[in-house]
């Protein structure tokens, strides 16, 4: 079923919307429009990842990426490559090769990255779906800058054939969407098993109908009071009767706020983890081919690459303690059904003139946030339910990995337009 090609006035695609591919005429996305961010082969154009001199060296894909053609079989028409940061090594969305697609939900401001393209295209109604990456919140972010809602996945439940990496224990191929039942529907064909055997939890069902919610205090901290409250009053309203907790176990009677709960996790030693390990898997995956090609890049993507060639073997031995220290917290938060509620990012969107210092630190608080669930591996949703200034900002909804079925679907039952 041939869908009809979208106008593309927000500079969301790279070289502008194309039938790349027609969905199969029946399935559960027949009729919907995809676009796919210039990181998936899609067979025929070359994959970009956002850097002319590294398309320049790279033939046209001869087949689709896993995931491509996971959707398009299901019935998805690829409507054109969407605009990523490059080589997908930031989060703001600006590219200095393709431009800076703008953000309709947040005039004037950036669209988050790098899923940039992806998540403009949905919130602008260009598409009905958009594939996207998340390794440090490359979904998470331009999700919540956006307006829209975003999923990624448990690690490693989507096949990552076709993808240009770049830190493969984190990378993720997830989906963002204006409809979130759209996205369950689009999620299950990519996570493609029996919906009972991907929860990994004792009891699905629960989950489904009747999480138990919870704001880990941590990341809360790293947004305004406006904002933290506005967590406490999405999981209060969403969730079921809460457990009054800490992070090491039950919270006396009469808790201040038994919604929050110490997580027992340093943010500080965690985001220099994240940093450590996600660098020194970028270094090795493109290393090689930019001390060999010396490509211009971005300031910004050319400094984290710079840091990323002098992470040493020591500082990956130490980061990865502390990775499995945050998963081990992660997966005890999360074990019995629970679904964690993070900001999914420190604010709303920044506006593109902030200046470097301001620009850095809020990479930093969304890193310090984001970065929980890559190191554990874990599942997230975000669906657009706050707003700052009058500004969106998404909630993060976390569960235990291998829970995304009943995860997006609680999500679309509890929070469906």
Not at 169 to 187: E, K, N, R
Not at 229 to 236: C, E, P, S, Y
Not at 244 to 261: D, H, K, V
Request: aromatic share 4%; hydrophobic share 45%.
């Amino acid at each position: 079923m041939t869908v009809r090609l979208p106008v593309d006035t927000l500079g969301a695609f790279v070289g502008g919307p194309r039938l790349l591919a027609d969905g199969a005429p029946d399935g559960p996305l027949s009729g919907v429009s995809l676009a796919v961010k210039d990181l998936f082969d899609v067979a025929g154009t070359v994959t970009g990842a956002g850097n002319p001199t590294f398309a320049a060296g790279r033939s046209p894909a001869t087949a689709h990426a896993w995931a491509v053609e996971a959707l398009v079989a299901a019935g998805a028409s690829v409507v054109g490559k969407t605009v990523t940061d490059e080589l997908a090594y930031s989060l703001s969305g600006t590219n200095v090769h393709h431009g800076t697609p703008r953000n309709v939900a947040a005039p004037g401001r950036i669209p988050g990255g790098s899923s940039a393209g992806s998540a403009a295209a949905v919130a602008g109604g260009l598409v009905d779906l958009a594939l996207g990456t998340d390794t440090g919140g490359s979904i998470r972010v331009p999700a919540s800058y956006c307006g829209v809602y975003g999923w990624r996945p448990t690690h490693g439940a989507v096949a990552m054939a076709g993808v240009v990496p770049l830190a493969p224990s984190f990378d993720t191929a997830g989906l963002f969407a204006s409809d979130p039942a759209l996205l369950a529907i689009a999620a299950a064909v990519l996570l493609g098993a029996d919906p009972a055997a991907s929860v990994g939890v004792a009891d699905p069902d629960r989950l489904l109908t009747m999480p138990r919610l919870q704001v880990p205090a941590e990341p809360a901290a790293q947004v305004s009071p406006g904002l933290a409250a506005g967590l406490r009053d999405v999981a209060a309203r969403l969730g079921a009767a809460p457990t009054e907790r800490t992070g090491a176990g039950i919270a006396p009677s009469g808790m201040s706020n038994p919604r929050q709960f110490e997580l027992g996790v340093d943010l500080d030693r965690a985001v220099g983890a994240f940093r450590t390990l996600q660098g020194w898997e970028a270094w090795r995956q493109h290393g090689p081919w930019i001390t060999a090609v010396d490509p211009s890049f971005g300031p910004g993507i050319a400094a984290r690459f710079a840091a990323a060639s002098r992470v040493t073997e020591i500082e990956v031995a130490t980061a990865q303690t502390v990775r499995e220290e945050v998963a081990a917290a992660m997966q005890a938060a999360t074990a019995d059904g629970t679904v964690l509620v993070l900001p999914a990012s420190a604010g709303p969107a920044p506006e593109p003139s902030a200046d470097g210092a301001t620009k850095e630190a809020e990479r930093g608080r969304t890193l310090r946030i984001c970065c929980l669930a890559g190191l554990a591996g874990a599942p997230v949703v975000v669906a657009p339910l706050l707003r700052e200034d009058g500004l969106p900002v998404g909630v993060a909804f976390v569960g235990a990995p291998g829970t995304d079925l009943a995860l997006l679907r609680w999500v679309a039952a509890a929070t469906q337009p």
